[in-house]
């Protein structure tokens, strides 16, 4: 069990990256999802696992977090590169039932291509990173912007994450890295 408000997720998955940077450096766009700091793509850089002519793009819910995600960009010399959005993912992606029986039908498919092409990220995507809200909290209905790095509610931005993964990432080739603590599991949550 690990809190992710603890560093020791950053090394793991400095590590991970290390040893499988020839493998990522073969992608070609990535999207962070729930940006906050924008650090997992910095490591991503930082660690070679990203290749110096790939496209980043950045959402977070928060003005504060996308403007973060900025200047850490600018520090990391990867704001060429990376497009920091503030966009609520959840009321984008959520999706109430458990088993979306609509998935890929036309309708759906053009609605998610007008939210590409008015958010400037392509349909398609090759990576997705994604370090969730870890506690589930179904009793936690109102939070502040700091607590949502901490609870996602009826587990909406992890669903949203995981719907917009179904939707936009490369089926053929495409990897999702979802960095989860089960520190929620582990209290009974």
Partial sequence: MWSPTQQEYLNLFSNYISQRK?????????????????????????????????????????SRAVECTKMNSQIFNLASRQKAVEVDLVDLYYSNSE?????????????????SSDL???????????????????????????????????????????NFARIHLNRATGEMLLIYSDMGYQLGL
Wanted: hydrophobic share 35%; aromatic share 12%.
């Fill in 22 to 62: 020839n493998h990522y450096k073969r992608f070609t766009d990535l999207v962070d999802l729930g940006s906050g700091t924008g650090i997992l793509p910095i490591i991503m850089s930082q660690n070679g696992g990203f290749p110096e002519e790939g496209q980043i793009y950045s959402f977070d819910s928060y």
């Fill in 99 to 115: 088993e979306n029986t609509t998935a890929g039908a036309p309708q759906e498919m053009a609605f998610y291509k007008k939210v």
């Fill in 120 to 162: 400037g990220f392509p349909m398609t995507v090759d990576l997705i990173t994604c370090n969730p809200p870890w506690i589930p909290s179904a009793f936690v209905k109102e939070t502040s912007p700091l607590d949502n790095g901490v609870y996602d509610p009826d587990e909406k931005f992890l669903k949203s994450a995981l």
